[in-house]
């Protein structure tokens, strides 16, 4: 396929990082298109979660794209957990580092990003899929773009950002010799449930039960998000609105604490519970930034937040290039996301084995169960564990 366009930086993938990464460009005066497979509603209403860190919430303050987060977001700087030790809450706004998340629905976030992206003078295409990428170890990689009516063409550019998340085209050019990829199962599938209904609690709540774990999250005054902990391989559909209420109910102790405030299920998905990382992060003139250079677990909400960061220090090491013609950012830029990447990795890991019980039953099994309270008693006891908690939760 002959090259149809030329541009400086070719981004796959229009999720937080690819749009971030886009937006920072553009305020450096560097040419840069996006290409993003699906449609911009499909982008602007996917519901994912919204719990934005401090040092996030500077990055997109500082390059002015935080105006609508703050208009609407919330701060919020509580959570509770609940289980046969009883219920406490957590202020981690007033423990470790005092500091709080800031909710936003990230699909509003999405919506605000390529907003601005097209305020900037910013070139996104919509409906289009890479197809396949070329010349990644030489100075001019392309794309191959198809569009939705089929059409196909080419873009050259100087270099290429992978933000097309870990199933996209971009990990798959990564060579086995050049790039590992370190991925785990944590044995653990979520259920994930939409509900029309009110929130029940006013903090984000985690259950700890015998039967799995629970979990409450508010999204907005009529919707509020719950997981449950179910076996893998579960069909979505095997769980009706009546069984998904019941099962809550006893994980969330309900006869204990109150009843749930229920209402009809707009959606339910599985999720497996699983982490990937890329090392290095770049190949030749390809860099991954965002979920395609690590997926992390949904269990401390960290996902949107190291596409972000790692979006920003793409940015900055591409401009230093292009503008300045320094090429050590870009040199180091795996150097520099791995050490964060795998401190959120390893706290999310435990956030893993503090909420879900093993797999199976047996003496390990019982074990590991008592392993699993004493943890949740010294969060609930120790101000040196609680310190820990509120630092990393919040913190990336
Ligand atoms: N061509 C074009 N676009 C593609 C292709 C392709 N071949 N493959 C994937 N995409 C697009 C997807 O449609 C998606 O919109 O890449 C985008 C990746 O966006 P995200 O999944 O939002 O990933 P990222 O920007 O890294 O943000 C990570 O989003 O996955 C959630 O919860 C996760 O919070 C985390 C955050």
Redesign the pocket.
Known sequence: MPVSERTRILI???????LVLGNLLRAADITCVI????SRAH?EQRG??GFLAPDVVRVLDENGLAKGLHAAGQLHGTCAFRGEHGQFELNYGELGQRQVHTVYP?QQLVADLIAEFLDRGGDIRFG????AMHGLDGDSPSIDCRETDGRTYRISGEYAAG???Q???ALRQMPAGAAQGFRRYHGVTWLAILAQAPPSMTAVTYAVHDRGFAGHMARSATVTRYYLQVPRGEAPGDWSDARIWDELGTRMRTGEYGPLREGPILERATVDLSSAVSVPMQYGRLFL????AGLIS?SAAK??NL?IVTARTLAVALTDALARDDQRGLARYSDACLPRMWHAQEFSHWMVNLLHGPAADGEDAAFMRLLQRARLVSLRDLRSHQDYFAENYVGI
């Open positions: 796959v993938g229009a999720g937080p990082a690819g290409v993003e497979r699906q982008v994912r979660a990230q289009t899929t890479v197809t933000c097309d998340g199933h996209g085209v930034a965002g979920d395609a949904p996902g949107a596409a």
